[in-house]
Nanobody, 119 residues
Framework: VQLVESGGGTVQPGGSLRLSCTSS????????MSWVRQAPGKGPEWVSS????????YYSDSVKGRFTISRRNGKKTVYLQMNSLNPEDTALYYC?????????????WGQGTQVTVSS
């Protein structure tokens, strides 16, 4: 299993970023996928999940209305569109294979992508 995250960077408050997570080594289209983030000095926090066909999406209260998760099974990729970013969104973001219920317990196969929101 390999997950490669990209798209992070440094943005000003109110800015936007689009994260991507490209997979290999497993049948992407049959798995729910999730995004998790970890801020410095804090534990991992579940952010969002999407079911295997993309019809159902779920968000933490802290990002609901600002973030949008999506996927393209043909490209074996899951995305996280992040709008209206604020400094509290600063974290290492990574994707995991699995639904919300197990997202925080799944292995982290990728390196993650750093998001920094700062003026």
């Amino acid at each position: 299993v390999q997950l490669v995250e990209s798209g992070g960077g440094t943005v000003q408050p109110g800015g936007s970023l689009r994260l991507s997570c490209t997979s290999s080594g497993f049948i992407f289209s049959i798995y729910d996928m999730s995004w998790v983030r970890q801020a410095p000095g804090k534990g991992p926090e579940w952010v969002s999940s999407i079911d295997e066909d993309g019809e159902n999406t779920y968000y933490s209260d802290s990002v609901k209305g600002r973030f949008t998760i999506s996927r393209r099974n043909g490209k074996k990729t899951v995305y996280l569109q992040m709008n209206s970013l604020n400094p509290e969104d600063t974290a290492l973001y990574y994707c995991v294979r699995g639904p919300r219920a197990v997202a925080l317990h799944m292995p982290r196969w990728g390196q993650g992508t750093q998001v920094t929101v700062s003026s």
